[in-house]
């Protein structure tokens, strides 16, 4: 696969756009490449436990129709169904999308999405869904906008291409990308994939950003334009933008912005989604191990082997830290977005009896008011192996009651320890061993 095609801000979706025997090189080539594909894993089977497949179920059964808006577009229909808010819609005008010739920085692609879905969308262009599937991580479905009758169809392999590499953890996942476009949108460099830890002024080269940050300065709504320098951008021309209006023609989107919160929400969640699937690959793989190993050394069937518990050991504290914020940035100034996705984030719960939540924003200091993160509710983390929940069970609660002696998580106060599990109490028990 070409490295032009390696080019992705987010979620790639599937080969589209390319000619009919190129789809179907590259498709070969990128199920042929991936171990995840054939036993134990098994990611080619028909994923069932997801929201994308669910809705396309309940389609063909006839109970659900797609309604076309005045333009003829699945999209808001699309969007209602699967319970995505309009306020979290963020644009990109790099073209870094299987799609890159209709994006520019005229025609941005809009990325709208929820706790576990993402949906794509670039006017004239195809409907690009990723969800996150309980049982096999990133799962990827397009939708032909415009087209009576068309369905949902799941990628075939192309997508992974991309999104099963280094910036996914090697499993089928997803990320948000920042790179230094020149005016048309093309990636004058590879650039980095950000997440709550990256610096503010990394992240989001080749979106728009709407919302205000004070002295903080990003690579968002700016160019790379230096012949001698590819990753430089000006900073100052893109900061604090609070309409996107004089820069393209925002009507012919849901909404008029590409909220600075929302890219912050999107970013943390993404990568956390990939830890909770290599969490689970890898407790698949070593317990399949063991499984064909006790039967060949005749001990018991639920032996479990040193490897094994390193692995799971290795895979569930990596994700831990990730949940409990580790090396999250810390803001110098305030940072707000312009539509009302905070608000809407925030309200969704669940709450404890004092009104807290893990969906409560900071955003003065680090994005969440209390450092853990709401995944800890997603249902692809409660559908973990067991071996892998017992793990983190043991060690949430070390890390709730001061316990830990890795150091990773010396970050936490004894506030934030109090807080969190007086919360969880309530909210989340069967992770403090209560349910």
Not at 174 to 186: A, K, L, N, Q, T
Not at 214 to 225: C, D, I, M, S
Not at 378 to 391: G, I, Y
Request: proline fraction near 5%; charged fraction near 25%; charge should be negative.
């Amino acid at each position: 696969m070409s490295a032009r095609l390696g080019l992705f801000a987010l979620f790639g979706f599937g080969l589209l756009g390319l000619p009919a025997e190129l789809l179907g090189l590259a498709t070969s080539t990128a199920l042929a490449q991936f171990e995840f594909e054939g036993p134990p894993i098994n990611y080619r089977e028909r994923a069932t436990q997801n929201s994308v497949a669910r809705l396309d179920d309940r389609i063909r059964a006839g109970e659900v129709t797609l309604v076309a808006d005045d333009s003829g577009s699945y999209l808001s229909s699309l969007l209602e169904h699967l319970e995505i808010p309009l306020s979290s819609q963020t644009l990109v005008f790099s073209k870094t999308s299987l799609q890159q010739g209709r994006i520019s920085p005229h025609s941005p692609r809009a990325v709208y999405f929820n706790d576990d879905c993402y949906v794509g969308w670039v006017p004239g262009g195809l409907i690009e869904i990723a969800v996150m599937d309980d049982k096999l991580g990133g799962v990827f479905y397009t939708l032909r906008d415009r087209d009576p009758g068309a369905s949902l169809l799941r990628d075939r392999g192309g997508c992974l291409g991309c999104h099963s590499t280094g910036r996914t953890k090697q499993v089928p996942g997803f990320f948000v990308r920042s790179v230094p476009p020149d005016e048309d949108g093309r990636p004058r460099d590879i650039g980095y994939v950000s997440d709550h830890r990256s610096d503010f002024d990394t992240r989001w080269g080749g979106w728009y950003v709407t919302g205000t940050h004070g002295k903080l300065r990003h690579r968002g709504n700016a160019f790379a334009l230096d012949p001698e320098n590819e990753e430089l951008v000006d900073m100052e021309s893109g900061a604090n933008l609070v309409s996107l209006s004089e820069r393209f023609a925002t009507d012919r989107y849901l909404t008029p912005h590409s909220d600075l919160v929302a890219l912050m929400v999107m970013e943390h969640q993404s990568q956390l989604q990939n830890l909770i699937t290599v969490a689970n690959y890898e407790t698949i793989k070593a317990t399949d191990s063991d499984r064909t190993m006790n039967k060949a050394l005749e001990r018991p069937a639920d032996f479990q082997s040193e490897s094994t518990v390193r692995r799971i050991q290795k895979a569930g504290d990596k994700l831990l830290e990730y949940l409990f914020m580790k090396d999250e940035l810390q803001l110098q100034e305030a940072v707000a977005g312009t539509s009302d996705y905070a608000t809407e984030f925030s309200a969704r719960g669940p709450q404890d009896s004092q009104g807290r939540s893990l969906r409560q924003l900071d955003l003065s200091k680090r994005l969440f008011r209390y450092p853990c993160s709401f995944l800890i509710y997603s249902p692809a983390l409660a559908a973990l192996p067991e071996p892998m929940l017992a793990h983190l069970r043991g060690r949430i609660q070390e890390v709730l009651r001061g316990e830990d002696k890795s150091g990773s998580f010396d970050h936490l106060t004894a506030e934030d320890r109090q807080a969190l599990t007086e919360i969880l109490a309530e909210t989340g028990p069967a992770w403090l061993g209560m349910g």
